[in-house]
């Protein structure tokens, strides 16, 4: 069989499915072309597959399912988006799930099971032999987003006194290995570990060379209660491959390998860029548009509110803009460019936050900085608009206004985008989820007090 493939088109992103090709894939559907399913599916990877798949309709996803339904394997499932993973699992065959399940890592099928009702995960852990669904079960015992439900239970590990050529040797004959793994753990006779050894190193060695000369010195253990997000940071900082992971009584349990800690750190940065825009953490590009509405109206209505202190404040200076209308027209000015200047601070220092280069040594020199480059663009926005109150307006005093209140809105807007986030983390609350209603009210209210302000003052 001629085998189906389109050619990438020009803009299309080399990883991700052409348009063509999506197109292609739902006209077999349609058509219920099962063969000219499978030539377009066979010859891509099970992620491109994964990535199909959450591109297309409920309806062409339940044929695309239903047509190459004995095709799926671990690799595919594993890949699949959480928030049509399981929808997915449920329209394929029993035997089909149970021998893709059996393929898994036992930290992906961790990940399948832990967010799934009592049956359906009995269905999937029943499909595993008792060694591997212990491992799994022991795995789900530890407290959730924690390196105890990251790690995989499959490891190699060896004791400290071997020489390299006892390791090597150990290694051919063993039946069973893992698909992927960079290190030999080093344990102690209580299955302490002690070290370990990249296979590079061990690969490179003399035969009688003993295991613990040649260890790393990028050792060190997680322990399984320990945040995830906090693995994903000791991964980056360290530059770790891999790290093995311990228990209560420091003895080996698992290892985690770069691959998911990489994964944990991007969805980390997802979360906070999502909360940022006040928007659910769960929301996908799959979702319908009732349920994308139903995520995002809470933080629509609590902005309603937010804003009315705006409303209030604009309120308060009525007079003033009565009796000079053109205010009306320049306040909007003032309030967005310090609502951008301030989401700017803001974003910055949430990240800071999550990587851990912001914290309460580096607070003072953060903010300084901040502050100063506030005053700057603050200096600089100030000009141009004074120039723009003059020429356009003809009149230097309200070019005056526009300068000043420029100026202390910058100010607030950058250092409310420091402070804010920091305050809210000082108290244990999320700095992404509210910093941006706070310091988006900040900069409007404090924008437009300071220019009605000296509006008053100046003009009237």
């Known amino acids: 069989m001629t085998e ?12 991700v499915p052409s348009r063509t090709l999506v197109a292609e894939i739902a006209e077999a559907i349609d058509e219920e072309d099962g063969a000219r399913l499978h030539a377009l599916l066979d010859p891509l990877h099970g992620a491109d597959i994964a990535d199909l798949i959450e591109q297309l309709t409920p309806q062409r996803r339940q044929g695309l399912v239903r047509l190459y339904s004995g095709e799926f394997d671990a690799e595919i499932i594993s890949e699949i988006d959480e928030s049509i993973r399981e929808e997915v699992i449920e329209q394929l065959p029993a035997e089909v799930v149970a021998d893709a399940v059996r393929e898994m ?9 832990e967010d799934m009702e009592a049956p359906e995960r009995e269905t999937i852990l029943s499909a595993l032999d008792e060694s591997d669904r212990a491992a799994v079960e022991q795995s789900l015992n530890w407290p959730e987003y924690s390196a105890g439900r990251l790690m995989q239970s499959e490891l190699v590990a060896a004791p400290e006194h071997w020489t390299v050529g006892e390791a090597i040797d150990y290694l051919r004959a063993e039946e069973w290995l893992p698909d992927q793994f960079y290190h030999v753990i080093l344990v102690d006779p209580r299955r302490h570990p002690v070290g370990y050894v990249t296979l590079g190193r061990l690969l490179s060695s003399q035969r009688m060379i003993h295991l613990r000369d040649i260890a790393e010195d990028s050792f060190r253990t997680i322990s399984a209660r320990q945040d995830e997000g906090d693995v994903a940071y000791a991964f980056n900082k360290y530059h770790l491959i891999s790290a093995p992971v311990v228990d209560d009584d420091d003895r080996l349990v698992g ?35 009732l349920a994308t509405a139903r995520q995002r109206l809470p933080w629509l209505v609590a902005n309603l509110f937010t804003a009315s202190l705006s409303a209030m404040v604009i309120a308060q200076f009525e007079r003033t803009i009565a009796t000079l209308v053109v205010l009306a027209a320049l306040m909007p000015i003032v309030a967005s460019t310090g609502g951008i200047a301030g989401t700017q601070s803001l974003a910055v220092a949430v990240r800071a936050l999550a990587t851990r280069d912001l914290n309460r040594s580096t607070a003072p020199r953060v903010i300084r900085r901040e ?17 723009v109150g003059m020429l356009v307006f003809g ?24 402070l804010v986030p920091l ?30 302000g000296f509006a008053t003052w100046l003009l009237i």
């Not at 983390?425 to 220019?451: I, K, Q, Y």
């Open 423 to 452: 305050t809210l983390e000082r108290f244990g609350l999320d700095p992404a989820l509210a910093s941006g209603t706070f310091v988006t009210t900040l900069t409007d209210v404090m924008g437009f007090m300071a220019f009605l």
């Open 4 to 15: 189906i493939r389109p050619e990438p088109e020009a803009g299309d992103d080399d990883f």
């Open 395 to 418: 009149d230097p005093r309200l070019g005056a206004v526009l300068a000043m209140a420029m100026i202390v809105n910058q100010i607030v807007a950058a250092l409310g985008g420091v």
């Open 255 to 289: 290892v985690i390998t770069i691959d998911d800690a990489m994964t944990v750190l991007d969805e980390e940065h997802e979360e906070d860029m999502l909360r940022l825009s006040g928007v659910n953490t769960d929301s996908r590009v799959s979702d319908s548009a």
């Open 105 to 113: 890592d036992s930290d992906d099928v961790v990940d399948l099971v």
């Open 371 to 387: 502050l100063i480059a506030g005053v700057l663009n603050g200096l600089g926005l100030a000009l141009i608009l004074g120039l």
